[in-house]
């Protein structure tokens, strides 16, 4: 099944047609069909799957240019906002709709001017409830509810705000299409409140890619900025991604890296204002930058293409976190690794990813590194060394 057979209008088609694509993702085909018909949707959503086209190219083909808000989509971040108010500004360059994008952190003014004109808002949930209040965001023309990532809204806090905006978004003739990792108890209630009838989409729910090799790296705690210095000295990386659990563990790393020679790297967090963090992602997916060090804010949803590996620091508490950090890598058919630096005090949230993705692990040493004993390195075979090529290229199996 090609896109030319979906039922899309003729100008999404022909930006579909222009950016090379011809066959739809899984997500894709079960999706569109759809949403093209009207019908709410559930999706079980990973990273990676081509869920913003799956929702970006039947809605726009069902809207024309009418210069007030038809389509709304809610994200959780501003890095997720921004990327989608991409893709749609993409798909619909044919078809003469505006969008507009609203995020916190920075002034009025443009967005105001946006929303004067703008037939899709892409927004956070805080900075659209400040424009209902300042009388900026009008609701009355709304047809089409996106809300995405939401079990991510869950956990930074937003469901009472997301709550809020449901309700002033015309009931009567009203699509919403609904896209969550988990369906923890919470965001079930909340979907059959807001939902009509939805039909369930599954979008290879814990799936990891298949051409991602993880493994597990067993340190002293000690030694973990040490063995990842070795990883990297070691590897030969197109591009990484580097993931800590908090901001100022993030910035140590980048900091600790960069006093070891590693220059091309940067942070990523959300105490980094938001044009730094743009800066630094735009410059990372250029290849300004070959390692980004980042919090979770950059593990969902982020669309980055060619990184070759992912390298845990600390191994993620919630085990769904870890799908969504490798997520990042493997992407298209391309292989990657996931490493993942183990200390002891982390066995439990080890053992919950390996149950979360039903697989097991292997835990690796690595060759010629002097290490400190920890018993977790026991039961750890020896992983080869591979040299990194200056400026060279991703490796290949």
Not at 137 to 145: C, P, Q, S, Y
Request: charged share 25%; proline share 5%.
């Amino acid at each position: 099944m090609g896109f030319d057979s979906l039922g899309l209008s003729p100008a999404v088609q022909e930006a579909v047609t222009e950016s090379g694509y011809e066959n739809p993702t899984p997500i894709q085909a079960q999706a569109i069909p759809l949403i093209l018909e009207g019908r709410d949707v559930i999706g079980a959503s990973q990273t990676g799957t081509g869920k913003t086209a799956a929702f970006a190219l039947p809605t726009l083909s069902q809207i024309e240019p009418l210069g007030e808000p038809q389509i709304l989509v809610l994200e959780p971040t501003r890095e997720l906002a921004h990327q989608v108010a991409e893709q749609f500004e993409h798909y619909g360059k044919h078809t003469g709709c505006k969008v507009a994008l609203l995020y916190g952190g920075v002034g009025y003014g443009s967005q105001n001017e946006q929303l004067e004109k703008a037939d899709i808002v892409v927004a956070t949930p805080g900075r659209l409830v400040d424009h209902f209040y300042r009388a900026t965001m009008r609701f009355n023309a709304i047809k089409v509810l996106i809300l995405d990532e939401v079990d991510r809204m869950l956990d930074m806090g937003f469901l009472p705000q997301v709550r809020k905006i449901v309700n002033l978004c015309p009931w009567d003739g009203r699509q919403t299409l609904f896209f969550s990792a988990t369906m923890p108890p919470a965001i079930q209630t909340f979907a059959q409140w807001c939902l009509k009838d939805p039909v369930e989409v599954e979008i290879a729910r814990r799936a990891v890619a298949a051409t991602v090799t993880h493994a597990f790296y067993p340190v002293s705690m000690d030694q973990r900025d040490e063995l990842l210095l070795s990883l990297l000295d070691r590897t030969d990386y197109h591009s990484v991604m580097i993931f800590t659990r908090t901001r100022k563990e993030a910035d140590q790393v980048c900091a600790m890296l960069k006093r070891e020679g590693h220059e091309k790297v940067v942070a990523m967090h959300s105490d980094i204002n938001q044009a730094d963090r743009m800066k630094a992602l735009q410059g990372f997916k250029k290849g300004e930058y070959e390692v980004l060090v980042a919090t979770d804010v950059a593990a969902r949803g982020i669309d980055i293409s060619g990184v070759s590996h992912v390298i845990n620091y600390r191994v993620p508490e919630n085990a769904e976190d870890y799908v969504h950090r490798i997520g990042r890598t493997g992407r298209a058919e391309a292989e990657g690794d996931a490493f993942t630096l183990l200390t002891a005090d982390e066995l439990d949230f080890a053992k919950s990813v390996e149950v979360f993705i039903d697989k097991e692990i292997p835990r690796k040493k690595l060759d010629g590194f002097d290490y400190i004993y920890t018993a977790l390195l026991d039961d750890s075979p020896g992983a080869p060394v591979r040299k990194k090529r200056r400026g060279g290229k991703k490796r290949r199996r």
